[in-house]
């Protein structure tokens, strides 16, 4: 039986070509600032966004995490949406790394407006935390997959910059929105000051996201990736992998999208299926009729070789990547007829 692992983007294996770039790798100890590989990475993704300076680290939940670190003191506040990355999966890191509350914007599908951030300034008065920092994600993973337009960002920008707020993008999937709407990274880059990419989703490197800012804000990232336990030594291995993913994989994401878009499309004639978010990228979230049960559906689809995840109450979120095939979404197709 053929495997088709929908869960998630982080499921992709290196390529025969990924592992040949990675074996290859001019490294040395990064602790010591020696490894070419990793430095070339850095200088490299903060060049693709305009920014200053990168910092290469194991996962998107520490550059998230060391955003949030950097951009605020203890007792501030962020401004960023109830479906977000930083509240929903980090272990509740904000509070206890930064010591920072968050405000959850009620936004659609995860996505909110320059208004929005507005509304939810504290006043300057000692009762309230002190607003600091506004963080949005692009795509939108619990939103299925959603973009934000560039425009709708320089609004929240300069609503941010105006009232002294930091911005930070968490851009684990930002390759995602961008080749759907051919913006430039560069324009992405003058309205954060941090912006997180991760290497191990869609664009298929095994390990690894990078923090973006000034070069000022990733000295303090760096101070901060050391106290995490995130200091790496070869890590150029991996750097290699990510380098080989930003010149490979990044065009092929539309691919994934048309994929997800085939998926949805199967489900949408199944009468136990109530809702489907439309599809902007690579995650298709299904609602299934209660009557029926999610459990039902995955059980049915796993006895097939086809894994999706729970994502909260009579839903399934689908990841199309690098290792789903046409074949693979054919084969769905008929296992459900
Ligand atoms: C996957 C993901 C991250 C980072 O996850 P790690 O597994 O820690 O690399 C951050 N934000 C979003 C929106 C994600 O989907």
């Given at each position: 039986m053929m495997l088709i692992d929908l869960?998630?983007?982080t499921v992709t294996k290196p390529t025969p070509e990924m592992k040949e770039y990675m074996f290859s790798a001019d490294v040395g100890d990064d602790v010591f600032g020696e490894d070419k590989t990793v430095i070339q990475l850095e200088e490299k993704i903060a060049g693709m966004f305009g920014l200053n300076a990168a910092l290469?680290?194991?996962?998107?939940?520490?550059?998230?995490?060391?955003?949030?670190?950097?951009?605020t003191e203890p007792q501030d506040e962020v401004i960023c949406d109830r479906?977000?990355?930083?509240?929903?999966?980090?272990?509740?890191?904000?509070?206890?790394?930064?010591m920072v509350s968050l405000r959850l914007l009620n936004g659609e599908r995860g996505r909110f407006t320059a208004v929005d951030v507005e509304e939810n300034i504290?006043?300057?008065d000692i009762h309230f935390p002190k607003t600091s920092l506004v963080a949005l994600e692009n795509t939108v993973n619990k939103g299925g997959g959603c973009y934000y337009k560039l425009g709708t960002i320089k609004a929240i920008s300069a609503a941010a910059k105006s009232n002294n707020l930091k911005m930070h993008l968490d851009g684990a999937r930002i390759f995602n929105a961008l080749v759907e709407t051919r913006e430039s990274p560069k324009d992405y880059g003058k309205c954060f000051d941090t912006i997180s990419v991760c290497f191990s989703k869609g664009l298929g490197a095994p390990v690894g996201s990078a923090i973006l800012g000034t070069h000022e804000s990733i000295k303090k990232a760096r101070r901060v990736r050391k106290v995490l336990g995130g200091a790496m030594r070869q890590s150029g291995y991996l750097a290699?992998?990510?380098?080989?993913?930003?010149?490979n994989n990044i065009d092929r994401l539309k691919s994934d999208h048309k994929r997800a878009k085939s998926l949805a499309t199967i489900f949408e004639t199944k009468n136990y299926v109530t809702d489907i978010l439309s599809v902007e990228t690579n995650i298709v979230i299904l609602s299934i009729d209660p009557s029926y049960g999610s459990t039902r559906l995955l059980d049915e689809l796993q006895s097939n070789g086809i894994l999706a995840v729970p994502f909260g109450k009579n839903t399934i979120r689908f990841v199309t990547h690098l290792d789903i095939t046409d074949d693979m979404i054919n084969e769905i197709e008929i296992v459900l007829k």
């Open positions: 869960r998630s983007d290469f680290c194991p996962s998107g939940t520490m550059t998230n995490q060391i955003a949030l670190r950097i951009n479906t977000s990355h930083i509240y929903n999966y980090e272990g509740g890191g904000a509070a206890y790394n930064s504290n006043p300057d290699a992998a990510a380098i080989y993913a930003l010149d």
